[in-house]
């Protein structure tokens, strides 16, 4: 049995989602841990998931970081438990130091609902091994505050370390100008930590994770870390 854990902050809107794609790739029912309780469930993965935790006062995520449920996600995460932040969770994660950088208003200023393509830069982590290396995926984005923003110091370690997840680009894999649909440096749409065990993604995998919702290719981060329990376990 996976067991995964998905965090719910009041003004979480793809939590549902998120367990429904959990649930239909693990086959376990996924804990679903209120933000105000002090400790999560012994979990194989943490997921938090998109929304607009707290009606995003102040920063997207900055109050959500400091619920009382994120100092036991962020102990978890330290020891070596994987967590996902999906959108409004990729903001928390940022806000809590678990992953470098800033997620700052979209470049348009404007809210953008949309699918885009994505390309798997690293297939070599808990959440992306199902993936092909260099494979295009069609994934929806949902967000105002999307814009990846960190200094060169911190970029060209991400690159370094091989540590770009994700960056948005063409239906053909080239990462471009126009198909950064919110001015994320270098069209960054997700990271990692040094691990590779704690992601955090922009776009919304569990829009697209089954043929009913027109498109699986947001399924294999889900996959993925089926894969990756199975073969810690092995």
């Not at 719910?8 to 376990?28: I, L, M, Q, W």
């Not at 949902?142 to 091989?162: P, Q, R, S």
Request: hydrophobic share 40%; proline share 5%.
């Amino acid at each position: 049995m996976i067991r995964a854990s998905v965090i719910v902050f009041p003004g979480s809107n793809c939590d549902r989602d998120v367990k429904v794609a959990t649930e239909a790739v693990t086959g376990s029912k996924a804990n679903m841990v209120w933000h105000g309780d002090s400790e999560v469930p012994k979990s194989d993965f943490i997921i938090l998931p998109g929304g607009f935790s707290y009606g995003d006062y102040l920063r997207c995520g900055a109050m959500a970081a400091h619920s009382p449920i994120m100092r036991d996600v962020i102990a978890k995460a330290h020891a070596g438990t994987p967590v996902i932040g999906i959108c409004n969770g990729f903001q928390i994660l940022l806000e809590t130091g678990l992953l470098p950088g800033a997620l700052m208003r979209n470049a348009s200023l404007l809210f953008i609902c949309r699918d885009v393509f994505i390309r798997c830069d690293n297939n070599r982590t808990f959440f992306t091994n199902c993936y092909r290396e260099k494979e295009v995926a069609r994934v929806p984005i949902a967000h105002h505050d999307g814009n990846y923003f960190a200094d060169k110091a911190t970029l060209d370690c991400l690159e370094t370390e091989n540590r770009v997840a994700f960056r948005y680009c063409d239906v053909g894999g080239e990462v471009t100008e126009a198909a950064n649909p919110n001015g994320s440096q270098r069209n960054i749409a997700g990271i990692t930590d040094p691990t590779g065990r704690i992601l955090g993604l922009m776009p919304h995998p569990e829009r697209l994770f089954e043929p009913a919702l027109g498109g699986t290719d947001g399924r294999r981060v889900f996959e993925s870390a089926v894969v990756s329990v199975m073969e810690a376990a092995a």
